[in-house]
């Protein structure tokens, strides 16, 4: 059964750093792309980046390159999110997801509950 | 960036009605498709890829057309487990993937 589990809600102050993770299992993790999407409070979903575990190749989407870092650790079969310093604006639902090619994000993590606030 | 455009924004709707959702792209994407649907406080379920193949386990009532620049999602006979908000998104061009701002469903 192919599983995407992250980790669990976090609150942090602005300025700090923070890094969530999302564990997958029940497939070949370094054959998919795995994507980070942010839903904010209220709002839709919006694409983060990407990474290929296999040689970590990662893309990022405008509105968040420079912002955050994709990781990814084939040897656990996880992938990060992390930020360097936290803005309120980061308050959000993030979600990881398996890409698979010509078809969508067909599985989706159960999201981790991101709250930034001083 | 392909910018992806749903209407309406809500789609009010009766048990058992038919729901039509529309999803436009900014340029051609041929069939490079997905619709999900979201419901309170879950992750996105995706329910059809490719504009019109419906993923594993998805009802019959769900189906998908369109190709190019113009996408609909047709719901069928809407139970009440159906009314969630439904985001269709690009995977045409990866740089960046992007959603439609999504239609919310509702009684």
């Known amino acids: 059964e192919v599983q995407l589990v992250q980790s669990g809600a976090e609150v942090k102050k602005p300025g700090e750093s923070l890094k969530i993770s999302c564990k997958s299992s029940?497939?070949?993790?370094?054959?998919?792309?795995i994507a980070w999407v942010r839903q904010m409070p209220g709002e839709g979903l919006e694409y983060m980046g990407i990474i290929y575990p296999d040689d970590s190749d990662t893309r990022y989407s405008p509105s968040f390159q420079g912002r955050v870092t994709i990781s990814a650790d084939k040897s656990i079969t996880t992938a990060y999110l992390q930020w360097n310093s936290l803005k309120a604006s980061d308050s959000a639902i993030y979600f990881c997801?398996?890409?698979?090619?010509?078809?969508?994000?067909?599985?989706w993590g159960q999201g981790t509950l991101v709250t930034v606030s001083s | 960036e392909i910018v992806m455009t749903q209407s309406p924004a809500t789609l009010s709707v009766s048990p058992g009605e038919r729901a039509t959702l529309s999803c436009r792209a900014s340029q051609a994407i041929s069939s490079n498709l997905a619709w999900y649907q979201q419901k309170p406080g879950q992750a996105p379920r995706l329910l059809i890829y490719?504009?019109?193949t419906r993923a594993t386990s998805i009802p019959a009532r769900f189906s998908g057309s369109g190709s190019g620049t113009e996408f609909t999602l047709t719901i069928n006979g809407l139970q009440s487990e159906d009314f969630a908000v439904y985001y269709c998104q690009q995977y045409s061009n990866w740089l960046p993937l992007t959603f439609g701002g999504g239609t919310r469903v509702e009684i």
């Open positions: 029940g497939y070949s993790f370094t054959n998919y792309w």
């Open positions: 997801a398996r890409l698979r090619a010509l078809a969508g994000a067909d599985y």
């Open positions: 490719a504009a019109s």
